[in-house]
């Protein structure tokens, strides 16, 4: 890997803080999303329990406050409810799952555990739910979700929104507002990891003037649930609708914090910061070394003295990619995914270089206006 000299980012690095982790506990799904980033199936073998077992004690001790659990998909591996229950009380804890193999006994676990239930059903239409979520059944993950809210579980539905779903938006809020659920986020595609690969991104992706009126739709609808307890949310996309009305309310602040505040734990114990990119393909292509944390240092050590770690942080949260100057929309964006520009590049510059998604750009493109400069800076504390 090239050198590159830290010693003007001392400040940045001494900020940083893990507050949260996002662990893949296996790679394996019965799902063939076509737009994953993650590129599932590849390694069909589990850690063992006791490796796992490992793990949590790691994660107990690092002091972390919100873990994620996820996949591939969670509820395959037979051992998930003694490692869940394994996990320290005062850990808030999050499971991403296909909702496919929920049980009343999972539905107990997860109440008891207070867990919070994330579930991504792309249309209430189950020919158009299976044309992207390959293996859904949809009646049955609609029966799955009211199991869990039923259950007393916290739940949360996604969608990634593409060409094939963007008409059902507003009628999908309403279902899953009236099932009972407390949130519903819609993401973009993402261009990374096996959807760049498999091309579905290109297929599937909305154009600029799609994510316009998509966004638009989705912030009238924010403000009409929200009185009524059901957030619906926009997950982050490098459009200026989202900048202009979703980022002002989160303080303007960009909500990535992959590497500064943030870590994605791997299928295998590989740590690295962005969940996005394609593993370990990505990271090693661009030179990193990936830690693991059950072959050499704990979580900790791990997060807060790798190379690959402490580039990212600058990354993230104290560089100005090249271009981004005098941009109105830095404060929520700092680049956008550096992550996306390191593998487009294929190099380590790439992410301390251009930025490869630019909001400001497709503007000017689109409408011939260009933004006007504000303020920077940005700060973690707390991470929900």
């Avoid at 390694?43 to 996949?71: C, H, W």
């Avoid at 301390?352 to 011939?368: F, P, Q």
Wanted: aromatic content about 8%.
């Amino acid at each position: 890997m090239e050198e590159i000299s830290i010693d003007r980012w001392g400040p940045v690095l001494e900020n940083r803080k893990l507050i949260k982790l996002i662990w893949h506990v296996t790679n394996r799904c019965n799902f063939a999303c076509s737009y994953c980033y993650v590129v599932v199936n590849r390694y069909k073998t589990d850690l063992p329990t006791e490796q796992m077992f490992d793990i949590v004690d790691q994660i107990n001790r690092s002091g972390i406050q919100a873990l994620n659990l996820t996949g591939g998909e969670v509820f395959t591996r037979e051992d998930i409810l003694p490692i869940l229950e394994r996990i320290r009380p005062e850990i808030r804890v999050g499971i991403a799952t296909n909702g496919s193999r929920i049980t009343p006994e999972i539905a107990r676990a997860m109440a008891e555990r207070d867990a919070f239930a994330s579930i991504t059903i792309d249309s209430l239409d189950d020919a158009v739910n299976q044309s992207t979520r390959v293996g859904s059944d949809t009646p049955r993950l609609l029966a799955n979700v009211k199991l869990l809210i039923d259950s007393g579980v916290r739940t949360g539905l996604s969608v990634v929104a593409t060409r094939t779903n963007a008409g059902h938006i507003a009628q999908m809020a309403e279902h899953f507002y009236r099932m009972g659920a407390v949130s519903w986020k819609v993401g973009a595609l993402r261009n990374t990891g096996e959807a760049l690969e498999s091309h579905s991104f290109s297929s599937l992706a909305l154009s600029y003037e799609e994510e316009e009126r998509l966004l638009n739709t989705l912030y009238d609808l924010r403000l009409k649930y929200r009185p009524l307890g059901f957030e619906v949310r926009a997950s982050f996309t490098p459009h200026p609708v989202y900048f202009e009305k979703f980022a002002s309310e989160i303080g303007g602040k960009s909500p990535c914090l992959c590497g500064y505040a943030r870590a994605v734990l791997k299928h295998d114990g590989g740590l690295v910061p962005c969940d996005a990119i394609k593993y370990p393909d990505d990271y090693v292509k661009a030179g990193f070394a990936i830690p693991n944390i059950l072959q050499g240092p704990e979580l900790q050590e791990a997060f807060y003295g790798s190379s690959l770690f402490r580039l990212w942080t600058m990354a993230t949260s104290g560089a100005v990619p090249v271009g981004c100057n005098n941009c109105s929309y830095f404060d929520a964006c700092r680049g956008f995914c550096r992550g996306q520009s390191m593998v487009r590049t294929g190099t380590v510059t790439g992410l301390l270089g251009r930025s490869t998604s630019c909001a400001r750009n497709d503007k000017i493109r689109a409408t011939g206006v260009r933004p006007i400069r504000v303020s920077t800076g940005t700060k973690v504390s707390s991470i929900a």
